[in-house]
């Protein structure tokens, strides 16, 4: 299932979500995770591979998509209440970080920034 409709599947039960499953903080997690792999996926796989030169350069790309799978699956494990979700959580704003700043430092990839930084404050939360 991808990010897209995981993503609208909790805004459109978000209540239900809160209540019955997970606490807020969770619940925020979970989102801005979502969020991030879908910023990161989809930058990497467009703007990266259209832009060129460093943007597709291997360890640049390699952060980005090691950025989206660990989003991905924190936001899989917090969904199921996996007793590894915390630190899971604590790798994802690890790499978060690494992402924002790599991509600041590239240019052009704001909604990436933004998302991995998001991302990054919610799984430290999460973590803590």
Do not use: W
């Amino acid at each position: 299932m991808n990010a897209s409709i995981l993503l609208g599947r909790i805004e459109r039960n978000r209540e239900d979500i809160t209540m019955r499953h997970h606490d807020q903080n969770t619940t925020t997690c979970i989102e801005e995770c979502l969020r991030c792999y879908q910023s990161c996926f989809g930058m990497a796989m467009t703007h990266c591979l259209e832009t060129g030169g460093k943007h597709i350069e291997p360890k640049h790309f390699r952060l980005m998509t090691a950025c989206a799978e660990i989003c991905r699956t924190a936001a899989h494990f917090m969904l199921m209440n996996s007793e590894h979700a915390k630190h899971l959580c604590k790798e994802c704003a690890e790499i978060c970080d690494q992402c924002a700043a790599d991509c600041e430092k590239l240019g052009d990839m704001k909604d990436c920034v933004e998302a991995c930084r998001r991302c990054a404050e919610a799984c430290r939360k999460m973590a803590s």
